[in-house]
């Protein structure tokens, strides 16, 4: 029992982090029609951010946390002007391929810069957060993972719902013509999406290193598993991004415990080909309001 | 005579670089007024309007010649997001609405020329324009009947404060009584608010009845233009729009022999 609850915490934490990074993933398709083959790179830059702030700058965690947020949103920002708005009205394909070509980027100039050893952040998070529970031991980064990711899930809820802004978004999401015959400025929107993706993906990245440790080639295949997730929850529902993501984060961590460590990298993969197969638009894909 | 606000001069619409869709249409249309597009499927009404809107440029098409004049300034191949700041703002045909959006968001989009403005008093302008879409404002737009969501794109465009309005076939598809509903208050706004209208329509006998002026287009060209009063008694428009024979009475199947009048502009 206690081995399940502590394999229950880990995975509902890791999946609340994956439905996270996802939730970026899917706002860039919602808005663009743009797979992003980027998104685990994105992860790894935030976390490398985090990094270089804390071993260089000696400030207090907090405040490099939400500089390396900042960090994030300005190469969403910069990311799209740079390379995608040029490619707008361009075939889908091309860009695409430029996400792809952007991840290899990425990668490279992490290598480069880092290398491909593991790094391990100090350990600063106060011991308060840790919950101790008869045999149960949870390390504090769990609870503060919950803390932040609810903190973001909410303040992103209540801009797309209430600012205008937000509104735009998900106006250019829902019928772009319209939202262009209306003035809105879609570019100012697609460069809002990538930053907010950049940014949601960025602190996945942090904690997710905080977790197992800051190594490029793990981050990066942690952002392909947003694939899985956004199959499972479909392709172009935030909700459905976040609970499938904590969907996988279990599966992953039980199979993990239970069955055997090597498999819990393949359950994703097997639950996307599944999910392909009987319900290919996923848990809460589009269900086309139809009236005629 | 009245202030000009736009006016197309020989203006030629190509697609994709080879197909041409307008090969010369000039219009004027005067300030505060209602001017009205009609003509057949396909004779390039739609697409004057997107000209003027810059619609074009999201489907690949271009003014290729000619010029678009408003307020005596340049406007041709602009983006949509400089044209809708200018104060022209057109309601698409086919409604569009923003489905996943509640009523009141939908409109809130409208304000997106002036963000960050207050909304509120041109919210409750639109419900007092448009008392049915009130009742649901909570609602979502993909669950509003042809006629609500007629009303709410209308009320949409107007949160922006166009000051020139183009509505394309706003009657697609509606019971005769909203249309006139519909048409009731598209005169209301261009009386209350001033707002200058061009209205493309397939209902020639509702348009010609609140527009003041008009225009026919057929195969990308203007092929005739009047006042309401003239094109209403013109014997070829009765014939081809109206569906009246040119005695005057309503056409009859039941007849013999009907002799189709020549369309003498062709």
């Known amino acids: 029992m206690d081995f399940f609850m502590q394999l229950l915490v880990g995975g509902l934490t890791v999946g609340f982090l994956y439905g996270l990074s996802a939730m970026g993933f899917v706002m860039i398709f919602k808005s663009s029609s743009v797979l992003n083959f980027a998104h ?49 009205g361009e075939p889908l394909i091309f860009v695409i391929m430029l996400t792809v070509g952007l991840a290899a980027m990425f990668k490279g100039l992490i290598l480069l810069i880092w290398g491909g050893n593991l790094y391990t952040y100090p350990d ?20 503060a993972t919950l803390i932040i990711g609810t903190l973001f899930l909410t303040l992103f809820g209540l801009f797309f719902k ?31 999406s990538w930053a907010i993706a950049a940014l949601v993906a960025g602190m996945s990245g942090m904690v997710l290193g905080i977790i197992n440790g800051v190594n490029v080639h793990n981050l990066s295949a ?10 499972l929850g ?37 639950v996307l080909v599944l999910i392909l197969l009987i319900k ?13 | 005579m009245e202030q000009i606000l736009l006016q197309l001069n020989n203006i030629s619409v190509v697609y994709s670089d080879v197909i041409q869709v307008l090969k010369g249409v000039s219009l004027a249309v005067e300030k505060n007024r209602i001017v009205s597009l009609l003509g057949s499927n396909g004779a390039g009404k739609t697409t004057t309007l997107k000209a003027v809107s810059g619609l074009l440029k999201p489907e690949n098409g271009r003014v290729t010649d000619g010029t678009i004049l408003y307020r005596e300034s340049e406007i041709q191949n602009q983006a949509p997001e400089t044209i809708t700041r200018h104060g022209i703002i057109q309601v698409l045909e086919g409604r569009q609405p923003f489905k996943y959006l509640t009523i009141e968001e939908n409109l809130r989009v409208g304000t997106a020329t002036r963000w960050g403005k207050p909304y509120r008093d041109d919210l409750e302008r639109v419900y007092r324009y448009f008392p049915a879409i009130e009742k649901r404002r909570r609602g979502l737009a993909g ?43 598209i005169r209301r706004i261009n009386e209350e608010e001033g707002t200058t209208i061009v209205l493309v329509e397939q209902n020639a006998r509702m348009a010609l009845q609140i527009a003041h002026y008009g225009y026919v287009m057929e195969n990308g060209k203007i092929v005739m233009e009047g006042t309401a009063d003239a094109l209403r008694e013109n014997p070829d428009i009765r ?28």
């Open chain 1, 222 to 231: 942690i952002g392909l598993k947003v694939f899985p997730v956004v199959i």
């Open chain 2, 239 to 266: 014939e081809f729009y109206l569906g009246m024979s040119a005695a005057g009475a309503v056409k009859s199947y039941a007849e013999v022999k009907s002799y189709h009048r020549r369309k003498r502009w062709l």
């Open chain 1, 124 to 143: 600063f998070l106060p011991k308060i957060l840790e919950i101790r529970w008869g045999m149960i031991r949870i390390p504090p980064v769990y609870g």
């Open chain 1, 40 to 88: 685990g790179e994105l992860l790894a830059i935030g976390a490398y951010f985090f990094l270089a702030l804390t071993a260089w700058a000696n400030l207090p965690i907090p405040i490099v946390f939400i500089i390396a947020l900042g960090g994030c949103f300005v190469l969403g920002l910069l990311v799209e002007r740079i390379f995608l708005r040029p490619l707008i």
């Open chain 1, 162 to 192: 209430f600012s205008s802004q937000g509104i735009y978004m998900r106006s250019v999401a829902d019928n772009q013509r319209a939202a262009l015959s209306l003035g809105v400025n879609v570019k100012r929107v697609f460069a809002l």
């Open chain 2, 143 to 185: 669950y509003c009947s042809g006629g609500e969501l007629q009303m709410l794109v209308m009320g949409r465009a107007l949160m922006a404060h166009p000051e020139l309005l183009l509505l394309d076939e706003p009657s697609l598809g509606l019971a005769p009584l909203v249309v006139r509903e519909i048409f009731r208050i």
């Open chain 1, 280 to 292: 290919p638009y996923g848990l809460f894909g589009l269900k086309e309001i139809e009236r005629v």
């Open chain 1, 234 to 270: 479909g392709l172009d529902s935030i909700g459905g991004a976040i609970i499938g993501g904590i969907i996988i984060g279990l599966l992953e961590t039980f199979t993990g415990g239970y069955l055997s460590p090597s498999l819990r990298d393949v359950v994703p993969y097997i």
